[in-house]
């Protein structure tokens, strides 16, 4: 027997040993195991992006704490499932943050600078257990089983050495981690078990500013000794420790952005004592009452397995950058500042902030997702957004770091906030929230700024879109940052126009209302009526030449023309008639899905797209947010029955996958996916994004034979809403008939406070579509 497999024994020995008051899955029933049991976090994990993976870690948690297999670089970076080597644990994941990536280590005298020039280690997922809020796996290297487990703001380890050498934990406080370089790292010991230190985060092209990063770590065990390597570029230090053979040494991590005496603030509230289990414990009970707030009933394990981890998702990857008192940074000013956010009544902030990468695609994800069944986090997160307001003077569309990072194009906040204070959802200040709207869609406002245009408005196009009617291509100023493709610009403001239309008239703003209302036929100007295509056209309103609507990022952001022409989700009557009628429209979508089907509806990772270029050509594509409401378009064209089935088809081969190597076929985008996953099998959908007054919801073809889901009884009165789907088989795509309360459905649409008003839907399936 090879020494490796001995250690892979003792290995998987210990780990029933040291996990043993740890739930445990055991061989039953699926209808007896939680929610949080049927979690799969390994989904996709081979295509991981930086932020994407997630084990132990918290709902939005501060803390995201897991292994990284691969280190550099926004894409490909993190917990890379077929890379058999971790060069470290690092606590932060977030969208352009990064920082504390620690190690532990047993070595001999002998071996310390090897040790300093690469700590990383191989490892196997023989004996790797991974949870929501728990990451067990033995480092082959150093023969240490290492655990992690987290609250929301600290970082819980423990470390079990099986061989006598000297054992101690690495700290990296430079280099790079994911879309960022570590600088200006510092660390020193404040205490005989308790060490401080701080690092930075280096601008990025998108994140324009420093961000600085603290952190406290209290161990278990008296410090020993203060290593550092003889190469003075290098900043890591080993911290050893003695007597920890015989018991394993635990380390709290806690995190701040604002300052060390906040981070210790934030363990003490959070991890004031060292029992490790009820940590882990307490996390997953925490993941359970979130997600147990949607029951199912039917279809099959991994149906089952599959939905919950696209729920899971969907909580994750917008992150919070606020301590438990309330501080947070605010760097939107020329110098950073650290502010307070206000206090209730019960002395603790009344939200929290976030980092967040984009909104841009929500209005069909987390506005109806979020909304429905987790208001509250909803209402977080417009008080947040508005808080930059308060702070920067422009409600963000991506923030990093307490600053903006202008992601992606548009208003995309606009849809979000419209759609929450529709819903009824409305614990901020609407009239500020409305000036911030506003502005964001005039001139030097979000619309006004192209991705990543940090120190002007002109990328966006905005003004031309106003005096024109859309939005030239190429946008005749220059190029001022990313995404600048004309046609989709136009499409977008349309939309989102639109949107803020419906709360100025919803507020008794006429004027407004009349104004962005016309706006949002400029979606029209964009029309070629003979070529028969949404189509770019320059500065002099010339169609461009030569056009192939299959090439990607032709006019169109992240989409070819095929994909993105059906982006009119506030008037797809009107775009029917554009397109001859809605027999015409429905048999040229219904081809764009048949050919799309061949792929499986997505355009593949990146990885696949460069192997085949030709795979971005698909007519629709649901691996990212550009045309991912096309199925639910039929229902408005007079052909439910297309989107009763199509939408299942998509929940089955898009998004129906549970390994490593599938989940999203492209970009989950922090809760994006996830969400759309969730809502085409539970049949629900909102292709407006839910912003006209008392939203409608639209049916779709749900996968399961039962659905609960839990109405939050601080925002909505009904107590629980119920799906129930009869006869419902894998060939039975199709709603025959359709009650709610024990009224007949007429059509396939369900406005949102019937739903919030509590009671049963029970739709009666069939294998062949209504006439």
Aim: hydrophobic share 35%; aromatic share 14%.
């Amino acid at each position: 027997m090879t020494y490796q497999k001995l250690f892979y024994l003792l290995f998987l020995l210990a780990a029933v040993l040291i996990t043993s008051c740890q739930p445990q899955q055991k061989e039953q029933d699926i209808s007896q195991l939680q929610p949080v049991d049927l979690v799969y976090p390994l989904l996709d994990a081979a295509n991981s992006r930086w932020f994407f993976f997630n084990s132990a870690s918290r709902p939005f948690g501060m803390v995201n704490l897991s292994p990284d297999t691969q280190k550099e670089g926004t894409w490909g970076s993190g917990y890379r499932y077929d890379v058999d080597t971790i060069k470290g644990f690092s606590h932060i994941h977030a969208w352009q943050l990064a920082g504390v990536e620690v190690m532990p280590v047993a070595f001999d005298q002998d071996e310390l600078t090897g040790v300093f020039a690469d700590h990383s280690s191989p490892f196997d997922h023989d004996g790797e257990k991974v949870n929501p809020g728990y990451h067990r796996v033995g480092l082959d290297r150093y023969n240490i089983f290492a655990e992690l487990t987290s609250t929301t703001r600290v970082g819980f380890h423990r470390y079990t050495f099986t061989r006598k050498k000297n054992m101690g934990v690495l700290f990296n406080l430079g280099g790079w981690l994911g879309p960022c370089e570590i600088i200006k790292g510092e660390m020193k010991q404040v205490g005989k078990r308790e060490i401080e230190g701080t690092l930075v985060n280096a601008p990025t092209k998108r994140r324009p500013k420093e961000f600085q990063v603290y952190f406290n770590v209290q161990f278990s065990h008296d410090i020993d000794a203060w290593l550092t390597p003889q190469d003075s570029a290098s900043n890591k230090v080993i911290v050893t420790f003695t007597n920890v053979k015989d018991q394993p040494l635990l380390m709290k991590v806690a995190l701040s952005y604002t300052s060390p005496a906040q981070a210790v603030k934030n363990r003490t509230a959070e991890l004031p004592h060292w029992n490790f289990g009820q940590i882990v414990e307490e996390s997953r009970d925490h993941w359970n009452d979130l997600l147990s707030r949607i029951q199912i009933e039917g279809g099959t394990e991994q149906d089952q397995k599959r939905f919950y981890t696209d729920l899971w998702h969907a909580l994750q990857g917008r992150r919070i950058i606020s301590d438990v008192e309330g501080y947070y940074p605010d760097y939107t000013g020329e110098v950073k500042e650290v502010k307070r956010i206000p206090l209730g009544e019960n002395g603790k902030p009344k939200f929290n902030h976030y980092n967040s990468d984009a909104f841009w695609g929500a209005q069909w994800t987390l506005n109806t997702l979020w909304h429905l069944v987790y208001p509250e986090v909803t209402e977080e997160f417009v008080n947040s957004l508005l808080l930059y307001y308060r702070d920067g003077g422009l409600i963000p569309r991506g923030p990093s770091g307490g600053n903006y990072t202008n992601v992606m194009t548009g208003a995309s906040s606009t849809p979000f906030i419209v759609s929450a204070y529709q819903k009824g959802i409305r614990g901020y200040d609407i009239a500020q929230a409305y000036e911030g709207l506003k502005k964001n869609h005039l001139p030097a406002g979000m619309m006004g700024r192209s991705g990543y245009e940090h120190y002007s408005a002109q990328g966006g196009g905005l003004e031309h879109y106003i005096e024109k009617g859309y939005v030239p291509y190429p946008i005749p100023e220059g190029d001022f940052g990313y995404h600048q493709d004309g046609a989709s610009l136009t499409l977008e403001y349309a939309y989102q126009d639109w949107t803020l239309a419906q709360l100025a008239k919803s507020l008794g703003y006429e004027e407004d209302y009349q104004c962005f209302l016309k706006r949002s036929g400029n979606y029209k100007n964009q029309f070629d009526t003979v070529s028969g295509w949404i189509r770019p056209r320059n500065i002099k309103g010339q169609w461009k030449e030569p056009f192939d609507p299959f090439l990607y990022e032709n006019g169109f952001n992240e989409a070819n023309g095929a994909q993105a022409m059906w982006f009119v989700p506030h008037d797809p009557e009107g775009l029917a008639t554009l397109l001859g009628d809605k027999p015409k429209a429905v048999d040229r979508l219904n081809a764009f899905f048949e050919e799309a089907s061949t792929l499986n509806f997505t355009a593949g990772t990146s990885h696949d797209r460069e192997k085949h270029p030709e795979y971005t050509r698909i007519p629709i594509n649901y691996g990212n947010q550009p045309s991912i409401q096309t199925a639910f378009i039929f229902n408005h064209f007079g052909r439910p029955g297309l989107t009763q089935y199509w939408s299942r088809q998509v929940a089955r081969k898009a998004f129906g996958g549970l390994s490593p190597y599938t989940g999203y076929n492209g970009d989950e985008d922090q809760g994006l996916m996830g969400a759309l996953a969730v809502l085409l099998k539970v049949g629900l959908f909102q292709v407006n994004g839910g912003t006209e007054p008392n939203p409608n919801y639209e049916l779709g073809s749900p996968i399961f034979d039962k659905i609960t889901i839990a109405l939050h009884p601080d925002y909505y009165p009904g107590g629980s809403f119920e799906i129930q789907v009869n006869n419902n088989r894998v060939e039975n795509y199709y709603i025959e008939s359709a009650e709610i309360n024990d009224k007949t459905l007429d059509d396939f649409f369900i406005d949102h406070e019937a739903i919030v008003n509590g009671g049963k839907l029970v739709l009666n399936m069939t294998s062949k579509p209504l006439p």
